[in-house]
């Protein structure tokens, strides 16, 4: 499966932001989606994933109520809405794809997409 993420730019902190990854390939309705962002410098970390029927979705503790994972399955498309945006969620942001069940671990993860740079400036 092939993944596109857009919707990286730049807004101001208290901003909103929605990211989209497209899938593509083989049966998107079998993938449950994570995406993960990366600040500069540092290390990769877990945002939110949600299963491939939507039934089930995890975050990141500190981004909970931020942030929110949605699937479009009928267009092959995860979301993530970003909101209340402060400057330490600058970070290239990517999506994942893995059979089924959603996992907030990256090694779990096979099917990367080539990320979206975010920033919020203060």
């Known amino acids: 499966v092939q993944l596109q993420a857009s919707g990286g730019g730049l807004v101001q902190a208290g901003g909103s932001l929605r990211l989209s990854c497209a899938a593509s390939g083989r049966t998107f309705s079998r993938y449950a989606m994570g995406w993960f962002r990366q600040p500069l410098g540092k290390e990769r970390e877990f945002v939110a994933a949600i299963s491939w029927n939507g039934g089930s979705t995890s975050y990141a503790d500190s981004l909970r109520g931020r942030f929110t994972i949605s699937i479009n399955a009928a267009k092959n498309t995860v979301y993530l809405q970003m909101n209340s945006l402060r400057p330490e969620d600058t970070a290239v942001y990517y999506c994942?794809?893995?059979?089924?069940?959603?996992?907030?671990?990256?090694?779990?993860?096979?099917?990367w997409g080539q990320g979206t740079l975010v920033t919020v400036s203060s």
């Open positions: 994942a794809a893995r059979l089924y069940s959603d996992s907030i671990y990256m090694s779990e993860y096979p099917y």
